[in-house]
Each structure stands twice: as structure tokens, then as C-alpha cells.
């Protein structure tokens, strides 16, 4: 575990585990949470014999609780930042939700043999908020909704959203894990209150139109259809299009939070795309 300082001083936690001649996997975590949302994808990629990677965006988890650079053009740069620095090269990218867009943002301006590969789950792109150009998105209100609980109460808003739609807890007959649920808490109580509410602004509104058809990689698009955060339709197919070498897998029923209810399917499937 260490820091990188980026250009304009934010020192960026990160953990680097295992073998530097393995194959890198660098973890992008969603919001509000950190790196400790990767632990079962890290020690199962671990145990295959991959060097993986995973970091706190700035102003969440253990990284610098900053003012500024709270959009996806820093957060992009900030991941360029530690990659430059660990000098990661044919690298696997791996993004859940808001760390999905990251990872566009990020692989589409990435400097050539940095990148060998990238996996969106349950991601955010193309474009999460309703438009006249997006007439399937969420509506702006729900968006404004996130952000007046989290400045009202945002320790109880960080109770309510793992314990019903993130995991799908809410769902009948739901197998709830209170685990999960207080591991959700932690991390998102270890961040920054003002840089969580401006990140839901770059998570939402946020077009990753031209990111998406930027990359070259081959990218491999997972989601659920039961995802009450980031809804398939307006999001998954819709992205795989826009990719020029896009495979999507669909899973039936699986909530927003499926890395972490269904590791056991997800971190196979995932190898299985990285290791062809």
C-alpha cells in the first residue's frame, strides 16, 4: 500500500498486490465507496497469479479529501497519475458503476501500451441523467434526491441505500447480508461528505458518447437487469454498441452491487475475458 501525488498535490491511496511480472488488473471502485469494495476480486486475481491494483478516488477512502477535481477529466488524470507512476503497462482496467466511467474516461485518452483490456460492471456510461438526446434516462429529480439526503443525513442515506436497492436487499425474499450493508457504511463514511456530493453530478451527467467510441481495446460490458442504480437498458446495450469491440453479458436478476452478492459468477467470468 502507498500514495501517488498528482500534479496539483493530491496524494491518492492505493494497494499493489502480488507478482510485478503479472499481468496488471487495476480496480475502480463506485461511489461513495473506496478500494476495500475490490477485496473478493483481489484475492481471487491474486491467487491466479495477477499483480492487481486498486485506489481511493480523491476524496473518498484513505486518498486526499480535496476542494477540487471532483469530474471525471480529474479523476481520469489522477488514474493516469498512478499509472504513470507505477508504470503499468498491458494493464486490465476494471470498473463498477461509477468507476465504469472512470475507466472510459481513463482508457480513451490512455498513452498506447498502457491498456490491454478494460471490463465495465454495471457501469454508469453511456449517459445515466434523462435528456432530450437520452430520452431513457433517470430523471435530474432523482439525482437532486441523492444529493439533499446526503447533505440532510448522509449516515443514514448510507444505511438505506446498501440495505435496499444497491444489493437489492429490498427485493422479496432478498438474502441480506448486514455485512455488506455496514462494509457499504464504512467505506462511504471514511470520504469526504462535499466530494461525495459532487461526485454524483459527474456520475450522472457526465456523457461518455465519444469515450466509448474512442476505445480500441476489446471491453467486456456486465450487468445486471435487476440494477435499481444504473437501469440496463439506458445503459449496458447501449454502450456495447457505441464500443468498437464491445462483448456484453447480461445477468438476469442481479442487482447493482453483483461483485459483491455473486463473486463466485462475476470474478469467473471476468478471468475468463481476460485470460482469452
Not at 443525513?153 to 441505500?161: L, P
Not at 461528505?193 to 459532487?198: F, G, K, Q
Amino acid at each position: 500500500m502507498g500514495t501517488v501525488t498528482t500534479p496539483d498535490g493530491t496524494a491518492i491511496f492505493y494497494k499493489d498486490w502480488g507478482p510485478r511480472e503479472g499481468q496488471p488488473i487495476v480496480f475502480h471502485h463506485g461511489w461513495p465507496l473506496s478500494a476495500d469494495d475490490w477485496d473478493s476480486q483481489m484475492v481471487f486475481f491474486l491467487s491466479h497469479g495477477y499483480r492487481v491494483i486498486a485506489h481511493d478516488r480523491r476524496g473518498h477512502g484513505r486518498s486526499d479529501q480535496t476542494s477540487t477535481g471532483h469530474e471525471m477529466d480529474t479523476y481520469a488524470a489522477d488514474v493516469a497519475a498512478l499509472t504513470g507512476a507505477l508504470d503499468l503497462r498491458g494493464a486490465v482496467h476494471v470498473g463498477h458503476s461509477t468507476g465504469g466511467g472512470e475507466v472510459a474516461r481513463y482508457v480513451a485518452r490512455a498513452e498506447p501500451g498502457r491498456v490491454a483490456k478494460a471490463v465495465l460492471v454495471g457501469a454508469v456510461p453511456p449517459v445515466m441523467v434523462k435528456s432530450d438526446s437520452n430520452p431513457g434516462g433517470l430523471p435530474i429529480e432523482v439525482f437532486d434526491g441523492f444529493r439533499a439526503a446526503l447533505a440532510a443525513n448522509r449516515a443514514q442515506f448510507y444505511i438505506d441505500v446498501p440495505s435496499g436497492p444497491f444489493y437489492g436487499f429490498n427485493r422479496p425474499g432478498a438474502e441480506v447480508s448486514q455485512g455488506l450493508i455496514d462494509n457499504w457504511w464504512r467505506q462511504g463514511m471514511m470520504g469526504a461528505a462535499n466530494a461525495h456530493y459532487e461526485c454524483i453530478k459527474a456520475f450522472s451527467e457526465t456523457d461518455f458518447t465519444e469515450d466509448l467510441r474512442r476505445i480500441d481495446v476489446p471491453v467486456l460490458v456486465a450487468h445486471g437487469t435487476d440494477d435499481q442504480i444504473v437501469p440496463y437498458e439506458d445503459s449496458a446495450p447501449l454502450a456495447v454498441k457505441l464500443l468498437k469491440n464491445g462483448t456484453l453479458k447480461t445477468y438476469e436478476g442481479y442487482p447493482h452491487g453483483m461483485l459483491s452478492t455473486r463473486p463466485d459468477v462475476l470474478n469467473r467470468d471476468i478471468l475468463e475475458f481476460i485470460a482469452a
